[in-house]
């Protein structure tokens, strides 16, 4: 099993709509999580840490599920301007080693 | 705030030549990481810095790639010789309490 898995996509999503996706990790002892957001040919950028209880930002909303392992990124009224890969990114634990994942292609329809 | 400097952007070489690339961190980041990412995939880590010293390295094809970061601030990662397969972007982050902070990029092509 790889350390940290997302589908690939891509999601074909209209405008306005809400999407989801999951990031699963191998590592029990993974200790911090992240979303990156990659737009086409440009490097990767914050887009919100994912916290125990859960957090939100305006429309996007992180989840976390130590039991099952894995992180989820919603959004909500998704806009043109969303069309990007998002990136999942685990601290391993103890050794604070970074894995990402390979990226989940959003594309939104207008 | 000034982001992460990398340069060159772009290079374009010949495969079993040598090259080199350059990244400036954001001022007062203590940790350094070097990322390979190769179209359709997500950042690969090649070497991680803690200040001078390597934190992780196990990535890092050590057979013909070298990084330093001179005096805990600049680092610059070379590749000696080139193959094909180098191909790729070569990404410079730092990081604050795990945050990473990307550079733009140096996009190698190795023909």
């Known amino acids: 099993r790889k350390e940290v898995e997302q589908d690939p996509g891509p999601f074909n999503v209209p405008e306005g709509a809400t999407v989801a996706f999951n990031c699963t990790y191998s590592?029990?002892?993974?200790?911090?999580f992240f979303w990156y957001r990659q737009d086409c040919r440009k490097e990767p950028k914050l887009l919100m840490s994912?916290?125990?209880s859960g957090n939100e930002d305006g429309r996007f909303t992180a989840q976390l599920n130590r039991a099952s392992q894995y992180i989820s990124l919603l959004i909500r009224d998704s806009k043109l301007s969303d069309s990007a890969t998002y990136l999942c990114?685990?601290?391993?634990?103890?050794?604070?080693?970074?894995?990402f994942g390979k990226g989940t292609r959003l594309h939104i329809l207008p | 705030e000034a982001g992460v400097a990398q340069s060159p952007r772009y290079k374009i070489i010949e495969k079993r030549q040598s090259v080199a690339f350059w990244c400036n961190p954001i001022?007062?980041?203590?940790?350094l990481y070097w990322y390979q990412q190769i179209l359709g995939q997500g950042p690969k880590l090649l070497i991680q810095?803690?200040?001078?010293?390597?934190?992780?390295d196990s990535q890092l094809p050590k057979d013909r790639f070298s990084a330093e970061r001179l005096k805990g601030v600049d680092s610059t990662l070379k590749i000696q010789p080139a193959k094909l397969e180098d191909s790729a972007v070569y990404l410079c982050?730092?990081?604050?309490?795990?945050?990473?902070?990307f550079g733009p990029g140096t996009r190698l092509t190795v023909l």
């Open positions: 982050a730092s990081s604050l309490a795990l945050r990473q902070f």
């Open positions: 590592n029990s002892a993974s200790q911090s």
């Open positions: 994912v916290y125990s």
């Open positions: 990114v685990v601290n391993r634990g103890r050794d604070d080693k970074i894995i």
């Open positions: 001022s007062g980041h203590a940790t």
């Open positions: 810095f803690q200040n001078n010293g390597v934190v992780d």
